[in-house]
């Protein structure tokens, strides 16, 4: 599967931004998807998953209750949905998939990687 992330841009503080990963292929529908960002200098951050039919979620501790995740298999594409942004989302935001449960995503061990889409968060 070939993962492509978009909808970054330059937001104000307090903010709602949505990012969209349009994935190819014929069973995007069998993958789990999910997003991590990486702010400049720092770790890369495990930031929300989704299960392949969209009945199970999981979030990162520091976007909790801010952002949901979705997903749409009828046009292959997930999105974030992001609210109440914070200087500290500042980041690329990449997406990614794997043929395994959301659980993975927790532990960095995805398989697929999208180019990451640039947030910025201003004070």
């Known amino acids: 599967v070939q993962l492509q992330a978009y909808g970054g841009g330059l937001v104000q503080a307090g903010g709602s931004l949505r990012l969209s990963c349009a994935a190819s292929?014929?069973?995007?529908?069998?993958?789990?998807v999910g997003w991590f960002r990486q702010a400049p200098g720092k770790e890369r951050e495990f930031v929300a998953a989704?299960?392949?039919?969209?009945?199970?979620?999981l979030y990162g501790d520091s976007v909790k209750g801010r952002f949901t995740i979705s997903r749409d298999n009828t046009i292959n594409t997930v999105y974030l949905h992001m609210d109440s942004l914070r200087p500290e989302d500042t980041a690329v935001y990449y997406c990614?998939?794997?043929?395994?449960?959301?659980?993975?995503?927790?532990?960095?061990?995805?398989?697929?990687w999208g180019k990451g889409t640039l947030v910025t968060v201003s004070s």
């Open positions: 990614a998939a794997t043929i395994y449960g959301i659980g993975v995503f927790v532990r960095d061990e995805v398989q697929y």
């Open positions: 989704i299960s392949w039919g969209g009945g199970s979620t």
């Open positions: 292929g014929r069973t995007f529908s069998s993958y789990a």
